[in-house]
């Protein structure tokens, strides 16, 4: 009997229980916590970032750049290579900035770009989650123009709204488990969040 396929875009890296039957209570839980490593990497990640913080504007590249990331997966159509492709974004951004070249310009043609490629391939063109790509994208991008226009005292704000609105985007990906590798989506929403909570209690506080 042949498997059945798996559907088009769904992750590869689901962190299901699995087949825990039979085996020590100990062993069952060292499996359920390392199975939730994607959280305590971004709790690290959150707890090293928040005790260094400046006005919170160093974030904003968090909910945008994912953004970008997620648009090209979708219309590359590949989950697998979700954290390989989140790594050389990453670097791209550091050396761009090392070169002290604005990255923003960039990441907008990029945007621009891939929603006219998902069109034409139709990946973009499939309904729910990938139909939602290119406005999200353009979304986050408008959003952090925005960010970039308004005061330093109201621009830290509105990157923590624009975490949380990530981490939200995040959870969808999560759950669906399409598109992105859960893990990834599982990282990036526990650090959105951590971050973008932190951030707004830190500027209350200040």
């Known amino acids: 009997m042949i498997p059945p396929s798996r559907a088009p875009g769904a992750a590869t890296d689901p962190t299901?229980?699995?087949d825990v039957a039979g085996k020590?209570?100990?062993l069952r839980a060292a499996l359920a916590v390392g199975r939730r490593w994607p959280t305590w990497l971004a709790l690290t990640c959150a707890a090293i970032s928040l005790a260094d913080v400046g006005d919170g504007l160093e974030y904003m590249i968090l909910f945008v750049l994912p953004a970008t990331?997620?648009?090209?997966?979708?219309?590359?159509d590949r989950p697998r290579?979700?954290?390989v492709v989140a790594v050389a974004a990453m670097a791209t951004v550091v050396v761009l900035r090392?070169?002290?070249i604005d990255p923003w310009p960039a990441l907008a043609v990029v945007v621009v770009a891939l929603a006219a490629v998902g069109l034409l391939n139709d990946r973009l063109r499939r309904p729910r989650l990938y139909a939602l790509q290119s406005p999200g994208a353009l979304a986050f991008?408008?959003?952090g123009l925005v960010?970039?226009?308004v005061p330093a005292t109201v621009a830290g704000y509105l990157v923590a709204i624009g975490l949380l609105g990530h981490a939200a985007?995040?959870?969808?990906?999560?759950?669906?488990n399409k598109i992105v590798a859960r893990s990834f989506a599982e990282w990036c929403g526990v650090l959105d969040l951590v971050l973008g909570v932190g951030l707004l209690a830190l500027l209350l506080v200040r």
């Open 169 to 176: 985007w995040d959870a969808m990906h999560w759950r669906a």
């Open 141 to 143: 991008m408008a959003f």
């Open 147 to 149: 960010v970039l226009s």
């Open 16 to 18: 299901g229980d699995g």
């Open 98 to 100: 090392t070169l002290d």
């Open 69 to 76: 990331g997620y648009l090209f997966l979708a219309v590359v």
């Open 24 to 26: 020590p209570w100990w």
């Open 81 to 83: 290579i979700t954290w």
